[in-house]
Nanobody, 128 residues
Framework: EVQLVEFGGGLVQAGGSLRLSCAVSGFTLDDYSISWFRQAPGKEREGVSGISSMDGSTYYTDSVTGRFTISRDNAKNTVYLQMNRLKPEDTAVYYC?????????????????????WGQGTQVTVSS
């Protein structure tokens, strides 16, 4: 059974840090790329960061570049999103999602309907 489970959300003050984890089962990170999306109330789902299967190339949306870092531990089948210098506009529900194959092949890395599996989401709230 395929599962993606997110951990690590919470409430943090602006300027603080959080690390999200996405534990996957039912497939390996060699075969699937993993991305983080977020959705704030009243806004569309937004791709935040992705890490490609195989070579582990990483991708970020402009608003988080330099502040967020995506990484993975293949032995633990877990993908992480380290979020530093958080801002109130980062407040959202964060989801991890799995896409079969290499993210490198996609010109737009964050087309949500290309992703086959999704986690249940974890709330991140950044207070000002």
């Amino acid at each position: 059974e395929v599962q993606l489970v997110e951990f690590g959300g919470g409430l943090v003050q602006a300027g603080g840090s959080l690390r999200l984890s996405c534990a996957v089962s039912g497939f390996t990170l060699d075969d699937y790329s993993i991305s983080w999306f977020r959705q704030a109330p009243g806004k569309e789902r937004e791709g935040v960061s992705g890490i490609s299967s195989m070579d582990g190339s990483t991708y970020y949306t402009d608003s988080v570049t330099g502040r967020f870092t995506i990484s993975r531990d293949n032995a633990k089948n877990t993908v992480y999103l380290q979020m530093n210098r958080l801002k109130p506009e980062d407040t959202a529900v964060y989801y991890c999602a799995a896409l079969r194959g290499a993210l490198n092949y996609y010109s737009d890395k964050f087309i949500f309907y290309e992703y086959e599996y999704w986690g249940q989401g974890t709330q991140v709230t950044v207070s000002s």
